[in-house]
């Protein structure tokens, strides 16, 4: 298992920049993959970006060239650096780790959300 605490969030200007932080409770290489999605009221929850064991990267298109994903791996930390927002990048940013088994079970685990807002 895993527990993951977030930090980071608040409400800042269009154009503006805000970082996540997300820690996790064990060594991150021993983390499948570790994520950011975020979820804006009445709408489902999405992928932002993610990190693999591997240090692999994949971003959601809305946010590449502005976000980054990146890790602190003796702080067993991984960060979201978020640039340029605008006030459609309002939502509740939720860190994910993903641990699979010897066999590909998959168990998501999640922080508790932060909320970003962006003012226009």
């Known amino acids: 298992q895993v527990q993951l605490v977030e930090s980071g969030g608040g409400l800042v200007q269009a154009g503006g920049s805000l970082r996540l932080s997300c820690r996790a409770s064990?060594?991150?290489?021993?983390?499948?993959?570790m994520g950011w999605y975020r979820q804006a009221p009445g709408k489902q929850r999405d992928l932002v970006a993610t990190?693999?064991?591997?240090?692999?990267?994949n971003y959601a298109d809305s946010v590449k060239g502005r976000f980054t994903i990146s890790r602190d791996i003796p702080k067993n930390t991984v960060y979201l650096q978020m640039n340029s927002l605008n006030p459609e990048d309002t939502a509740v940013y939720y860190c994910n780790a993903v641990l699979e088994d010897w066999r590909g079970l998959r168990d998501d685990y999640w922080g508790q959300g932060t909320q970003v807002t962006v003012s226009s």
């Open positions: 990190i693999t064991s591997g240090g692999r990267t």
């Open positions: 064990r060594s991150i290489f021993s983390i499948n993959a």
